[in-house]
């Protein structure tokens, strides 16, 4: 008989664990089922908010690969299943099915449930009217939403935040989005590059309301109309936007650890400290190779990579997962923001003694006319010049330079060095020094 | 009484040969003087082609800096100032001026003389109508002679060449470009990949001749009317694009030492073989990183690199250069051509062993709007999948991503461990794998 892996979540990260186990194994070797509880496997969740601006235009688009493609690999893909409860010691999980429920054993499991929407605790969240961003589901409940609506309110200036105020504003919503901290993307930039992305933001025409306190969502017959804070804002659909948390419950009530960031302990491998589980995504931790700690990131890109990883090593090869920079990028229509690494606020929390530099250059030759204002934050190590982080605003094809930096990061290269690099220049691309070079080398200045 | 720092040559290298000895040592320490022959300093030759097609409406914006710029900081840059000799025992150089010759001394020289462009030895070159582009004065004449031109020719399918014929397009000539390799860039990458570029640009429909010998450029009354091959291609302006040579005719009469590419030999701080004479940029040698061996690349980049190292020394601080990949990057239209390290042709005729693998992706999520085709073939060396070395071939927003490809090469990484790093992602800008993840892996796997 056949071994059986049951994967528990069936999008990024467990199809990828699934796909791969089944490249090195055959069926008559291991048995592959995977529990999704919605309608889909393997979606685009970062695609979503481009259904919503009409970039995209069928959800179906968002579909990496269909249940039927896995079927055919025989990868027993069961929408609307639940698992409900996870027993480590009898090897079994309890699932919750449209006709049911039912228990099945398992050998090896990949827990792979991603992450859920966090709630703000304010009355009239409830309402009609008011949405959150997770599933495809999610995605068409919004777009009827937004048929017919006038204004529309963001709260959360994050990713999906600036990405749903996107697309209500090409929807033609006359939109606000509300955040609590200083500035769009205050989580993911320090404060004086959050200031700068919201300014930029500002410019394009969106109402952007920082540091505010939400007092209630205003209802009228149970239907939301607006978000009350010192001053009403008017919104018949309020999409909430405030980030994500690990979905642990299931992990927590069977006893599978969690570490210090709150989401599964995992190994180099993507083994929990359980025997036969592993987990991988949203719901698992990842080493952070600049702090050195473990971290929690809700990315597509470290979901896919760690299921690949704990799929292999359930096929019978070996491979590990080498960490994160937290590398991450986003729009608003033509303001691009991105970063990687730490920010200096978090590299100064991680306890490293840093400097940093910002340079405002342009995304191509400063005479080429479709130039664009570039800034770009490096934060770097005092002592070694060592690179620690960088941050990116800045006009159409600035944001996608953060990957070179994120490859200096990731080899550990010090920014003088890095700045000698023999990177590409051609006046319709950058200057004759790429900004990244000059960045670089102004943070290692600062540093050394 | 201060040194004398001389100056051979007023563009990247030698201006920021000039730029970096100044700020660390102030003229009563150091003179310096530039001659430069031209009427310019300081200048973008890689953005003349873009004054040609009127992306850029005035010469002048492709000056960096200005004489009287250099003059204010104490360099005395003199134009129209051919030095015609030098003379490393007396230390002097001789000088042609529009008022006559002079003999100045020198305590240090940089020899900063750039490239010239290659002609072609077929009948009619001299002819009226028959240009090549290397000064700001030549794109003046250029520009006036494609006034009323209905019918451009390019011969030269390297970068120059296909900026020149972008422009011609853009201005509105019928216009052939043709090549005696097979297909545009065929010194620059691969043939696969220079048949894939070719036939991208052929979609835009510029007329492109291939594997072609030029028998003679027709001329009437002296001016140019077209150009003999197998077939007549008429043109009343032609510019020859066949790449450039080291300008090193007065190094080799006053004895300066080349290297085996027929460049000025320098080591790493750009010293030449003879106490107190420097050398950077197109007429000096570079150590190439991947190859092992000296190289001479004509780019603005590793001139301004040399430059600004060879002035950092002068100035009595210390400076490496730490070598090249060859990393460069130009379009027509919307196609963007990149590569850097070493070709697959190249690195077999370096001696290694390699493999290689070539992806078709997209620049964007394949369901995003704007997605293009994207190329990638990286090369890697067997049994370690080092990689070697990458070329690109793609739509808008493809090119730049070499420079993520040189990171990695420049710091030693083997495609596998490169196809796990932490890089960006959302729709708009890529898949959840960037195509450079997946082409390093694809390569590293055939190696390996």
Chains 1, 2 share one sequence.
Not at 222 to 231: F, L, P, S
Not at 372 to 386: M, N
Request: glycine share 12%; aromatic share 6%.
């Amino acid at each position: 008989m056949p071994e059986r892996l049951i994967v528990v979540g069936g999008d990024a990260a467990g199809m990828s664990a699934a796909s791969q186990a089944r490249r090195r194994r055959n069926a008559d070797d291991l048995e592959i089922i995977v529990f999704e509880q919605s309608d889909w496997v393997s979606y685009s969740a970062c695609g979503e908010p481009y259904y919503l601006s009409g970039a995209v235009s069928e959800l179906s688009q968002l579909v990496a690969r269909t249940p039927e493609q896995f079927w055919a690999q025989n990868i027993d893909a069961r929408l609307r299943h639940r698992v409900t409860a996870i027993d480590k010691s009898a090897k079994t999980v309890e699932v919750e099915h449209p006709d049911g429920t039912a228990s099945f054993g398992y050998d090896q499991l990949v827990y792979a449930t991603g992450a859920a929407p966090i709630t703000p605790d304010v009355a009239g969240v409830d309402a009609e009217g008011v949405y959150s961003l997770n599933t495809l589901d999610d995605a068409e409940t919004i777009k009827k939403a937004m048929t017919g609506a006038r204004h529309g309110v963001v709260i959360g200036g994050g990713y999906i935040g600036l990405e749903v105020a996107e697309a209500f504003r090409v929807q033609g919503l006359e939109t606000t989005l509300i955040t609590a901290g200083g500035g769009v993307m205050n989580r993911s930039l320090d404060r004086d590059m959050a200031d700068l992305a919201t300014e930029q933001i500002r410019r394009t025409g969106l109402r952007v309301v920082t540091d505010s306190r939400i007092r209630d969502i205003a209802t009228e017959d149970g239907r939301a109309v607006g978000v009350d804070c010192d001053e009403f804002f008017p919104g018949e659909v309020i999409v909430v936007g405030l980030g994500t948390k690990p979905e642990v419950a299931l992990a927590e009530a069977a006893g599978i650890p969690l570490g210090p960031t709150g989401a599964v302990a995992v190994d180099e491998r993507q083994r929990t400290a359980i025997p036969g589980v592993w987990a991988a995504g949203d719901c698992a931790e990842a080493f952070h190779r600049v702090s050195g700690r473990p971290a929690n990131v809700h990315l597509g890109t470290v979901a896919n990579k760690q299921g690949r990883v704990a799929g292999i090593n359930l096929g019978g090869d070996h491979a590990t997962f080498p960490g994160i920079l937290g590398t991450a990028i986003t729009k608003y229509l033509d303001v691009e923001i991105a970063r990687t690494g730490l920010t200096e606020a978090e590299a100064q929390e991680a306890g490293l003694d840093v400097a940093a530099a910002t340079t405002t250059s342009t995304t191509t030759a400063g005479y080429w006319p479709t130039a664009a204002k570039l800034w770009l934050k490096v934060v770097a190590e005092r002592g070694s010049g060592r690179l620690l982080g960088a941050q990116i605003v800045g006009g159409p094809t600035a944001g996608k330079r953060i990957d070179v930096l994120a490859t200096g990061i990731w080899n550990e290269m010090d920014g003088h060095s890095f700045s000698m690099m023999d990177l590409s220049y051609a006046p319709p691309f950058s200057g004759v020094w790429d900004p990244v070079l000059i960045a670089a080398r102004k943070a290692a200045d600062a540093a050394t």
